[in-house]
């Protein structure tokens, strides 16, 4: 496989805290290889309209802290048909672009691999980013971190006042299709009740818990719901507890984007890191098609097919403590 000399660098579909220092990292590494890296402003769509920028050292400075990306993310539906991939490729060849980094999740790395099969002089390796933490492969992506502890900061300030009135909260978090924002955050913040995609909810279970608790004089009860729970959402789960148990008082809080927002974690800066000199090493000794990631601590690949088809199921564990831990 011919040698690399020019490397194109660009963040996809939903922004996670830890993607600016892993762009960092990325460039800094290729240049420390004697590499030259382009960064490509707004992901597929940005490499559809040309928007190629030149980075250097310089370029990454004072980013690793920041949250978002520096080089802004899109969704593209021109990339999704051929005439869009097409002008694509035919850009990443004016600028002599021989080699790809992806960061993104579970859209951006099926792209990819669309793109690579119509494509394969151009080198791709993906690196996971969503804090959805929903990629097969790797034990975590970036920016979940980040977004389990800003959930929890959230579920804390909410208990106060729970506590202060006797309230039941319905919180709702990030998760359409994957709830580990909402186990994580769940165990972590004490909640009662935890609502996931992945399991069907038994309202008849979750009331007699919430009435066994203010039986036992409980200050407060908390309920994560991720927002791809079966019901609907913490706002008809609420409706339906409240229509069951009418002297129950219910409020409901959504978090929405506020959980996407924020300086990285320290973990998340590290695993950034990582990911990004592994992803330069990687493509320096011939990978091609696969995503770096994280298995028992030791940095791994995966290739990008795997990683787009299936989801790792969510920890056992934590999910057998709920009931044990919400006595």
């Known amino acids: 496989m011919s040698a690399i000399s020019r490397i194109g660098v660009f963040t996809s579909g939903g922004d996670a805290p830890g993607m600016n220092a892993?762009?960092?990292?990325?460039?800094?590494?290729?240049?420390?290889n004697e590499k030259q890296v382009y960064g490509i402003q707004r992901g597929y769509q940005g490499m559809i309209e040309d928007e190629f920028i030149p980075l250097t050292s310089r370029s990454v400075s004072n980013i690793i802290q920041r949250g978002g990306t520096i080089l802004k993310t899109a969704r593209s539906k021109d990339f999704m048909t051929a005439d869009g991939r097409k002008k694509a490729y035919q850009h990443l060849q004016n600028h002599q672009i021989d080699a790809l980094i992806a960061i993104g999740g579970d859209g951006t790395f099926t792209g990819a691999e669309i793109f690579c099969n119509e494509y394969p002089d151009i080198r791709i390796i993906g690196i996971p980013g969503t804090i959805d933490n929903d990629l097969a492969?790797?034990?975590?992506?970036?920016?979940?971190?980040?977004?389990v502890n800003t959930t929890i900061e959230a579920i804390d300030k909410i208990r106060d006042t729970a506590a202060a009135h006797d309230r039941c909260f319905f919180i709702e978090v990030m998760g359409r299709d994957s709830g580990c924002i909402a186990l994580w955050a769940g165990v972590a913040g004490g909640a009662e009740a935890i609502?996931?995609?992945?399991?069907?909810?038994?309202?008849?279970?979750?009331?007699?818990?919430?009435?066994?608790?203010?039986?036992?004089n409980k200050s407060s009860s908390i309920v994560i719901v991720a927002e791809g729970e079966k019901n609907g959402g913490a706002q008809n789960v609420a409706q339906q507890?409240?229509?069951?148990?009418?002297?129950?008082?219910?409020?409901?809080?959504?978090?929405?984007?506020?959980?996407?927002?924020?300086?990285?974690?320290?973990?998340?800066?590290?695993?950034?890191?990582?990911?990004?000199?592994?992803?330069?090493?990687?493509?320096?000794?011939?990978?091609?098609?696969?995503?770096?990631?994280?298995?028992?601590?030791?940095?791994?690949?995966?290739?990008l097919s795997k990683a787009t088809k299936q989801h790792d199921p969510l920890d056992k564990d934590l999910y057998r403590m709920i009931d044990i831990l919400a006595l």
């Open 241 to 303: 507890v409240k229509s069951r148990l009418p002297d129950y008082e219910t409020k409901v809080t959504v978090l929405g984007h506020v959980q996407r927002g924020g300086s990285p974690s320290a973990f998340d800066r590290i695993f950034a890191a990582k990911c990004g000199v592994k992803s330069i090493e990687a493509l320096i000794a011939g990978e091609n098609r696969v995503m770096v990631g994280i298995r028992d601590n030791k940095m791994s690949y995966t290739p």
């Open 195 to 216: 609502l996931l995609p992945e399991h069907d909810t038994n309202l008849d279970a979750l009331i007699e818990k919430l009435e066994s608790g203010a039986k036992r």
């Open 137 to 147: 492969g790797t034990d975590f992506t970036l920016g979940f971190d980040t977004a």
């Open 22 to 32: 892993c762009i960092r990292a990325v460039v800094r590494t290729a240049i420390a």
